[in-house]
């Protein structure tokens, strides 16, 4: 019985240590085994989807800028990942969904850094409009919204209307 005891305690110990020593290990590095994209004919986008302005984003004000880590094998994007965590979730998202429609030459191969930069002008319009994307690929895009005037939440009688006529 003692026998079992000490196997167990041993094989828990060598479990515990080989758990612990794992989840200490760094992180690969991104893309590690995969050449940079060279500026030569490999880092040529051939499609690209429109990227997009989140809706909610630019009700809300927000704006901002996302850095991604893309990682390329046979001209298609196959993960992308945020340089941080400290860029703002919904700006990220977006960019990320945008990325993954990329694709390079056939057999490109590689990694490469991409910013995406939400502006938002300062006059308000009051409809809708299209954005200003610029994109200089596979570096940078350059996404630029207009905000929609916010209604009048509190407009009716009394407010600054006109008040009816006492007659």
């Known amino acids: 019985m003692r026998a079992k ?10 479990w515990l240590t080989a758990s612990y020593s794992q989840s200490n290990q760094q992180k690969p590095r991104f893309g590690a085994g995969y050449e940079t994209l060279t500026s030569s004919h490999s880092d040529i986008v051939v499609h690209a989807d429109v990227p997009l302005y989140p809706q909610l984003a630019v009700q809300a004000r927000v704006s901002g800028v996302v850095h991604l880590h893309v990682l390329v094998d046979n001209g298609v994007v196959t993960k992308a990942e945020p340089e941080t965590q400290e860029q703002i979730e919904p700006l990220v998202a977006a960019a990320t969904e ?3 429609t990329w694709r390079f030459a056939s057999g490109a191969k590689g990694t490469f850094s991409v910013t995406y930069k939400y502006e938002l002008e300062k006059v308000e319009v009051p409809r809708s409009v299209n954005p200003q994307i610029v994109m200089h690929l596979p570096t940078s895009v350059t996404i630029t919204a207009w905000p929609v005037e916010r209604a009048c939440l509190d407009c009716g009688p009394g407010s600054f209307e006109s008040k009816p006529d006492k007659r």
């Not at 005891?5 to 060598?14: E, H, K, N, Q, R």
């Open 5 to 14: 005891i000490i196997v167990m305690v041993v094989s828990l110990g060598a």
């Open 98 to 100: 945008n990325v993954r």
